[in-house]
């Protein structure tokens, strides 16, 4: 079992290779309602009747007027996906099997329209229509040898920056890996806030919260460089004025939407830190939400980021978000040192957060202390 982070700029600078040269997404739309340019956009992209768009839409939209709204066309096919499980590699699989059955030709494109999860599926997909293999093969940085089917992200919920990055986060057989490429990036966005409007208060406070974790983490890590510095710090004030100020709702979802952009490109240059290596454990063993995981971490860091965790105090209690207690309770010594290796092989989070000898401070009992009063 492998759990890794990602290499980041700063490490391959200081390995002595050329800086890293990322891909952005090339065209994005903002402002409520532009998911109604959605047609006009795919147009072009469209290369026969027979090359369909595919459209991979949370399930939480089964009975909702979104559904209506999609730009059908041809043989362009919804399918909807739950999300109430993190994306896997089979899965992926599966739906490129499904996809190749039903159409003589590539489809023209693939749109993720979701959250995190269904983000991260829409760009595994596009990847694995065009590359042979299994998805898990290409689990890792680099692996994808041709660029993927057009694709486009559509995210409903803000936070996790999924729709910036080079990566597309999956658990597979034997680890919880991201397929990480030049080709992993939308080639275009939509940000539309108002469709972030029917998400529950805890899954919205979870999911604002990955991307005020991935601010605290990169701005206080040894990677920190003026890209991820610029970025970080515009997420981070959108993220007090969004929990912490008295924002209209339309505006707070403007805001969130914005903040989890930027906190996507912060960490694209620098690394995150201790709340998701520990997070990426309890996740590992108790299958708890990427969001959640980093909430129920991050509060008990205080010896690390006192800041960042005196301000999540006052956000959990300014929303009245209650997280749940006592996680860890029934955890064998054994769950807990699995948690404890799958935290411990993050090794660029950590290096990130505390330096070079990270090891130093970061001991298996310090580690499973904090575990234990999760
Ligand atoms: P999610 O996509 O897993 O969705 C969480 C819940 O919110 C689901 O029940 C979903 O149905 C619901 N939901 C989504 N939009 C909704 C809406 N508009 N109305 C009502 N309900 C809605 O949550 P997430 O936190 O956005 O994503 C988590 C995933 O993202 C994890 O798999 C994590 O590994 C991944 N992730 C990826 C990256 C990346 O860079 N690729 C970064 C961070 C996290
Ligand atoms: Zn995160």
């Not at 290369?47 to 768009?53: G, L, N």
């Not at 004030?237 to 914005?258: H, I, N, Q, T, Y």
Request: contains cysteine; negative net charge; aromatic residues 8%.
């Amino acid at each position: 079992m492998k759990v890794k982070g990602e290499p980041t700029n700063v490490e391959a600078a200081r390995a002595g290779s050329n800086y890293r040269n990322f891909p952005m997404v090339p065209r994005v739309i903002f402002g409520p309602g532009s998911f109604d340019q959605l047609g006009e956009i795919l147009m072009p992209r469209r290369k026969h009747a027979e090359a369909p768009v595919v459209f991979l839409v949370d399930d939480v939209f089964e009975d909702s007027p979104l559904l209506g709204r999609i730009p059908l066309l041809f043989d362009d096919q919804i399918i909807l996906i739950s999300a109430s499980e993190e994306p896997k590699t089979w899965q992926v699989d599966a739906l490129v099997s499904r996809i190749r059955e039903s159409f003589s030709s590539t489809p023209s494109g693939i749109v993720g329209i979701g959250g995190g999860t269904l983000l991260d599926l829409a760009k595994a997909v596009a990847i694995m229509l065009n590359n042979p293999g299994e998805t898990s093969g290409y689990q890792g940085w680099d692996l994808v040898g041709k660029p993927a089917v057009y694709h486009v992200g559509v995210p409903t919920l803000s936070g996790t920056g999924a729709e910036v990055s080079r990566t597309a986060v999956l658990l597979g057989p034997d680890r919880k890996l991201g397929i990480n490429s030049d080709y992993t990036t939308f080639d275009q966005v939509v940000l539309d806030p108002d469709l972030t409007r029917g998400v529950p208060r805890d899954q919205w406070f979870y999911t604002g919260m990955d991307c005020f974790i991935h601010c605290v983490e990169s701005l206080n890590g040894t990677y920190l460089n003026a890209f991820s510095q610029s970025y970080g710090e515009k997420a981070q004030e959108l993220c007090e004025e969004v929990f912490l100020g008295d924002l209209p709702e339309a505006e707070s979802r403007e805001k969130l939407m914005m903040a989890s952009w930027h906190g996507g490109m912060s960490i694209a240059y620098s690394q995150v830190g201790i709340a998701h290596a520990l997070s990426y454990g309890l996740s590992y063993v108790l299958g708890t939400p990427h969001g959640l995981g980093n909430c129920l971490v991050f509060r008990h860091l205080g010896a690390y980021y006192p800041e960042g965790v005196r301000q999540f105090g006052s956000m959990l209690a300014k929303n009245n978000i209650r997280l749940p207690e006592g996680v860890c309770a029934g955890l064998t010594e054994h769950d807990l040192d699995t948690m404890v290796q799958v935290a411990l092989s993050m090794v660029p989070l950590w290096e990130n957060a505390l330096g070079p000898d990270w090891q130093t401070q970061a001991t298996p009992e310090v580690i499973v202390d904090i575990y234990k009063r999760i």
